[in-house]
């Protein structure tokens, strides 16, 4: 090779190199703190004790093992902080195989909703977990308040309003803690998109998008106790977009229809749209279907004048793509249901719930949130029904002005 190719030749190899910079070895070791898993590796193995909540674990007792009651189950019976001892449903029948699936000891107690009793009179009982059918839910709440025990319910925490800030109320009085599981703030998507609003990345937020449609059907056993499709589904829809937000409405439309015979015959909804307006300017769209034929379709966006947030649909095999003959690329399903897309939320709502009960850290689902989304499903409700727009006051509701 003549001088001059080398010459050429080093000037192509060297035109890059200048950029390479220092050793990987001299630079600080981080990491995108979105990375939640990485982040309890590093926990764990670096022993950072500061990490965790270091308390004697709570003995517990569970109400209702339906949809949401298995999943609960499954997260007290996994946790060290909790001491589970009482199990309370109705199908006798499931209780030995229970027993067995779980591997539980004798410690753990099977009754029935008839004996109930024991749990409320047992004082070694500090916090009682509800989820059984909603009409129960009251009853629940009040009696294990009345006897000292903190509570974590499964929303709604009653039939209306004005039962569920009795239960509130109850709960003050007694100073105990009464948690209303609105899970999807836990989710470490939904969580970093708010906090992302919050620091302004998006400017003002000028219209909020929520798509929420639930896989599999639901029963209709399910769906004639759980107190209408506004107050079972949608409630997740509009506390979202509220507490995103930071606000809450002041005008509310939905128009609903039946697409289901079976749904259509008892009188409840399977297929929703809804506008909400709010003080700020911001307009929220929303739209709700009780089945997605393709999976538990989930998904949030926000829009501002500096650009916009989304989060997608997750899948089980988020990174597998498959190309196959001429058929295009194909990706996996999303999530099949909300137990497994909301899994790690529902494992973060305990351990707040945990958190609040053992060291006083500030509740993250407040009385008024939840009379306030209540409020709102019942206004979206009857504009569905009566199809008028419904204004919302709430100069009497007590709302501090930061809401969330």
Same mark, same amino acid.
């Given at each position: 090779?003549?001088?001059?190719? !080398?010459?050429?030749?080093?000037?192509?190899?060297?035109?890059? !190199?200048?950029?390479?910079?220092?050793?990987?070895?001299?630079?600080?070791?981080?990491?995108?703190? *979105?990375?939640?898993?990485?982040? #309890?590796?590093?926990?764990?193995?670096?022993?950072? +004790?500061?990490?965790?909540?270091?308390?004697?674990?709570?003995?517990?007792?569970?109400?209702?093992?339906?949809?949401?009651?298995?999943?609960?189950?499954?997260?007290?019976?996994?946790?060290?902080?909790?001491?589970?001892?009482?199990?309370?449903?109705?199908?006798?029948?499931?209780?030995?195989?229970?027993?067995?699936?779980?591997?539980?000891?004798? #410690?753990?107690?099977? +009754?029935?909703?008839?004996?109930?009793?024991?749990?409320?009179?047992?004082?070694? /009982?500090?916090?009682?977990?509800?989820?059984?059918?909603?009409?129960?839910?009251?009853?629940?709440?009040?009696?294990?308040?009345?006897?000292?025990?903190?509570?974590?319910?499964?929303?709604?925490?009653?039939?209306?309003?004005?039962?569920?800030?009795?239960?509130?109320?109850?709960?003050?009085?007694?100073?105990?803690?009464?948690?209303?599981?609105?899970?999807?703030?836990?989710?470490?998507?939904?969580?970093?998109?708010?906090?992302?609003?919050? !620091?302004?990345?998006?400017?003002?937020? *000028?219209?909020?998008? /929520?798509?929420?449609?639930?896989?599999?059907?639901?029963?209709?056993?399910?769906?004639?106790?759980?107190?209408?499709?506004?107050?079972?589904?949608?409630?997740?829809?509009?506390?979202?977009?509220?507490?995103?937000?930071?606000?809450?409405?002041?005008?509310?439309?939905?128009?609903?229809?039946?697409?289901?015979?079976?749904?259509?015959?008892?009188?409840?909804? #399977?297929?929703?749209?809804?506008?909400?307006?709010?003080?700020?300017?911001?307009? /929220?769209?929303?739209?709700?279907?009780?089945?997605?034929?393709?999976?538990?379709? *989930?998904?949030?966006?926000?829009?501002?004048?500096?650009?916009?947030?989304?989060?997608?649909?997750?899948?089980?095999?988020?990174?597998?793509?498959?190309?196959?003959?001429?058929?295009?690329?194909?990706?996996?399903?999303?999530?099949?249901?909300?137990?497994?897309?909301?899994? /790690?939320?529902?494992?973060?709502?305990?351990?707040?719930?945990?958190?609040?009960?053992?060291?006083?850290?500030?509740?993250?689902?407040?009385?008024? *949130?939840?009379?306030?989304?209540?409020?709102?499903?019942?206004?979206?409700?009857?504009?569905?029904?009566?199809?008028?727009?419904?204004?919302?006051?709430?100069?009497?509701?007590?709302?501090?002005?930061?809401?969330?």
């Amino acid at each position: 090779m003549s001088l001059l190719k !080398k010459i050429i030749v080093a000037a192509f190899v060297m035109a890059t !190199k200048k950029f390479a910079g220092p050793s990987p070895y001299e630079l600080p070791q981080t990491y995108p703190e *979105q990375d939640y898993l990485h982040t #309890d590796y590093v926990n764990n193995v670096t022993t950072n +004790i500061a990490s965790k909540t270091i308390n004697a674990p709570l003995v517990g007792a569970i109400f209702g093992l339906g949809r949401a009651g298995s999943i609960h189950l499954t997260s007290l019976i996994n946790n060290p902080r909790v001491i589970l001892k009482y199990v309370v449903d109705e199908r006798v029948d499931r209780f030995n195989d229970l027993k067995k699936y779980w591997q539980l000891s004798d #410690d753990v107690v099977f +009754i029935t909703p008839k004996e109930a009793s024991r749990v409320y009179k047992d004082k070694s /009982v500090k916090v009682v977990f509800i989820a059984s059918t909603t009409w129960t839910h009251h009853d629940i709440v009040v009696n294990a308040i009345a006897n000292d025990k903190d509570v974590f319910c499964e929303k709604p925490i009653a039939e209306n309003i004005e039962e569920t800030r009795k239960c509130y109320e109850v709960a003050k009085s007694k100073g105990r803690v009464l948690f209303s599981a609105f899970n999807r703030r836990f989710d470490p998507a939904y969580r970093g998109l708010k906090d992302r609003v919050r !620091k302004g990345e998006v400017g003002h937020v *000028q219209i909020l998008k /929520v798509t929420a449609r639930d896989s599999p059907l639901p029963s209709i056993p399910y769906l004639k106790t759980s107190g209408g499709v506004f107050h079972d589904c949608l409630v997740h829809d509009f506390d979202m977009a509220c507490w995103v937000l930071g606000e809450l409405p002041c005008r509310v439309q939905a128009s609903a229809t039946a697409l289901v015979p079976e749904i259509k015959a008892i009188d409840d909804f #399977d297929t929703i749209a809804f506008l909400l307006t709010y003080p700020s300017g911001t307009v /929220v769209l929303g739209d709700n279907s009780r089945f997605s034929a393709y999976g538990y379709d *989930q998904r949030l966006e926000v829009f501002g004048n500096k650009g916009m947030i989304k989060v997608e649909n997750e899948k089980p095999y988020h990174s597998t793509e498959s190309y196959i003959g001429h058929e295009g690329i194909k990706h996996s399903p999303i999530y099949y249901s909300f137990p497994s897309r909301f899994k /790690v939320a529902y494992q973060r709502e305990l351990e707040h719930f945990l958190d609040v009960v053992n060291n006083g850290v500030p509740i993250e689902v407040t009385d008024y *949130q939840t009379l306030a989304i209540s409020k709102i499903a019942t206004a979206a409700e009857e504009s569905a029904r009566t199809g008028k727009s419904i204004e919302l006051d709430w100069s009497k509701d007590n709302i501090p002005a930061n809401y969330s």
